[in-house]
């Protein structure tokens, strides 16, 4: 019997060892809680692909001569029988629009040497056309202009005034228009004749010219 007890007591020992050996009734210490993971990045709306640099735009093109059209211009160049003085009251001076503006003997407008003597200005123009009207600005001792020819694209020279000389005191500058029909054929150039010893009063003084007409 002391055997048997010995034997029971001995596995009652080691049940309690084994026991003695398992968890304990303390609340373990729970670890730091790893983050809820983050939802996943949304894909973002993919931005529109650059546009292209804008192209410079063409230049436009100049206006296209229109046959038939009417057109004014004033002379691009010019030539006389003689000048008082260059570049003041040189034939240049009857070159583009007037610049002249009052009456009176001013070097913006061409004047001949010599005051009591017959002389010409002759003006040419960009465009050959069919002339319908010419327009002399004299800006001192007008109206001396005894004659008005046309200068056609081959040279001929065509009269289209005869006059003698007319005082004019108003209104000044004084502006000597000639129109009519069309001309048959090109007007390039105008060639003015004044007569400055007839009446005594000095130098008809010439400021700008300008031609009227159809292109062609």
Aim: glycine content about 6%.
């Amino acid at each position: 019997m002391r055997h048997k007890f010995t034997s029971v007591l001995a596995l009652f020992v080691l049940v309690a060892a084994a026991l003695a050996c398992g968890p304990t009734g303390a609340t373990p210490v729970p670890t730091e809680a790893e983050p809820p993971p983050t939802s996943a990045p949304q894909p973002t709306e993919a931005a529109p692909p650059p546009t292209s640099a804008p192209q410079p735009t063409a230049a436009p093109e100049p206006t296209q001569e229109v046959a038939g059209e009417t057109i004014r211009q004033w002379a691009s160049s010019a030539m006389a029988s003689s000048e008082y003085g260059n570049p003041d009251w040189a034939a240049s001076q009857a070159v583009g629009r007037p610049d002249t503006r009052e009456c009176g003997d001013y070097s913006t407008a061409w004047a001949s040497s010599s005051s009591d003597t017959v002389e010409w200005l002759e003006v040419y123009f960009d465009v050959p056309v069919y002339a319908t009207e010419i327009n002399i600005i004299q800006t001192y001792n007008p109206d001396q202009v005894v004659e008005v020819e046309l200068i056609d694209v081959d040279g001929e020279y065509i009269s289209v005034y005869d006059q003698e000389p007319t005082a004019v005191e108003d209104p000044c500058p004084y502006t000597l228009s000639l129109e009519g029909d069309p001309t048959d054929y090109l007007v390039r150039g105008v060639r003015i004749t004044v007569d400055q010893s007839i009446l005594e009063l000095g130098w008809n003084e010439i400021d700008a010219v300008e031609l009227v007409g159809v292109r062609e």
